[in-house]
């Protein structure tokens, strides 16, 4: 079983910058990819970003230019680089881990989520 806690959330003004974690804790297939993911009040869940087990980065739209999602594999620990905040990134954050078993199946883990809220 994989356990995931994120930390760093918390209040920041607009323009503002703030480092989530994501500690994984488990057995994480070698072949994984991890991610951050939000929910907005009243909104769906939408994907962040993602970084592959080779380090492959791909990110939302919204966030491009402003967020960067690193790795530490070592250390199983996920990070989220978050720069130049604007009040539409507040949300809770959550860390995902999907074990890729086969380009069609894999098993998903996700944390309890941190809230960030950005004032303005």
């Known amino acids: 079983q994989v356990q995931l806690v994120e930390s760093g959330g918390g209040l920041v003004q607009a323009g503002g910058s703030l480092r989530l974690s994501c500690a994984a804790s488990?057995?994480?297939?070698?072949?994984?990819?991890m991610g951050w993911h939000r929910q907005a009040p009243g909104k769906q869940r939408e994907l962040v970003a993602t970084?592959?087990?080779?380090?492959?980065?791909s990110y939302g739209d919204s966030v491009k230019g402003r967020f960067t999602i690193s790795r530490d594999n070592a250390n199983n620990t996920l990070y989220l680089q978050m720069n130049s905040l604007k009040p539409e990134d507040t949300a809770v954050y959550y860390c995902n881990v999907r074990s890729v078993f086969s380009p069609t199946y894999g098993v998903d883990y996700w944390g309890k989520g941190t809230l960030v809220t950005v004032s303005s």
């Open positions: 488990g057995t994480i297939f070698s072949i994984n990819v």
């Open positions: 970084i592959t087990s080779g380090g492959i980065t």
